[in-house]
């Protein structure tokens, strides 16, 4: 997964002015364009559209500022059709416009070319368990929000908190399957995990693929397949996104086990009051790499 990964850096480096496959390089490597997304996000801390939109910036700016050519020119070379959308994703990075900085000189913000190197520390204790599931199915009340990587998502917990008590309880009457009890289901991520995407949150439970799903609730329908299961234990929410990092860091590439597209779930086993620490469970589909 590393070369893999590294070697996507390199493509990005050859083909900065142009369009490159990832679903090709990914098949290369013996893996899935989505599970190389999924997993160079969670590396690098960025989406790939934005890493090579800061590497196309950081070198055009170079022959912005050495004003040998016109600004339509270095736009079309670096893939823009008009000097507006050259300038727009100029500015995006840099602060500034190509104009200012050629008159200036500045300001520049640069992206250095990545390496992506792997140092597997253990810091992280991964207990995980690997289940094989026959289909089955979500349902619960879904809605669609924003992805923030970090704390509390404040459009999830409203969405929770606007539910009644006797909904709450209700769902928990209707789950029959594991994952069990309540749960917090994130599907249709983007690949990239650009934060502020959206993505679909359900809360609610797994019920077995024989049990019928009332109408007033939304339902994900799974099929059968192997899930990677991650206990943690902490503080909340900050454990469970430590853990959730180190699939990427640590789990992943030390395991012959990639990412297959599906939601993520998220079941809570035990809790404080106020919800300050909890133990949970990550339940993550994979198949093998």
């Known amino acids: 997964m590393i070369s893999a990964l590294n070697r996507l850096v390199d493509l990005v480096e050859e083909q900065l002015a142009a369009e490159f496959d990832v679903s090709r390089l990914a098949g290369e490597f013996g893996t899935t364009d989505y599970h190389l997304r999924r997993m160079f996000s969670s590396l690098t801390g960025m989406p790939l559209s934005e890493y090579v939109r800061r590497r196309r910036m950081t070198v055009a700016a170079a022959d912005v500022v050495r004003g040998e050519d016109d600004l339509l020119s270095i736009a079309v070379r670096y893939g823009y059709g008009s000097t507006e959308a050259f300038g727009r994703a100029f500015r995006a990075v840099h602060g500034a416009g190509p104009r200012d900085v050629r008159r200036a000189g500045g300001p520049l913000r640069t992206q250095p070319r990545l390496r992506i ?53 209700r769902l928990k009457a209707l789950g029959d399957t594991e994952p069990a009890g309540l749960l917090s289901v994130s ?40 899930w990677a299961v991650f206990r943690t234990a902490g503080p909340h929410p900050q454990a469970l996104q430590s853990t959730w990092a180190a699939t990427a860091t640590e789990w992943f590439p030390s395991n012959p086990w990639r990412l297959r597209p599906g939601p993520s779930i998220v079941a809570v086993l035990d809790r404080a009051d106020d919800f300050s620490t909890a133990t949970c469970e990550l339940w993550l589909p994979v198949e093998p790499a």
Do not use: C, W
């Open 117 to 169: 190197r792997l140092t597997v520390e253990g810091s992280i204790p991964m207990d995980t368990r690997l289940i094989d599931r026959p289909p089955f199915r979500l349902v619960g009340h879904a809605a669609r929000v924003p992805l923030i990587h970090q704390g509390i998502n404040p459009h999830i917990q409203q969405h929770i908190t606007a539910l009644p008590q006797e909904e709450h309880l």
């Open 187 to 226: 599907d249709d991520v983007d690949p990239d995990g650009t934060e502020g995407s959206e993505l679909t949150y359900l809360h609610g439970v797994a019920v077995s693929q024989d049990t019928p799903a009332p109408d007033d609730l939304d339902a994900i329908e799974l099929p059968a397949g192997k």
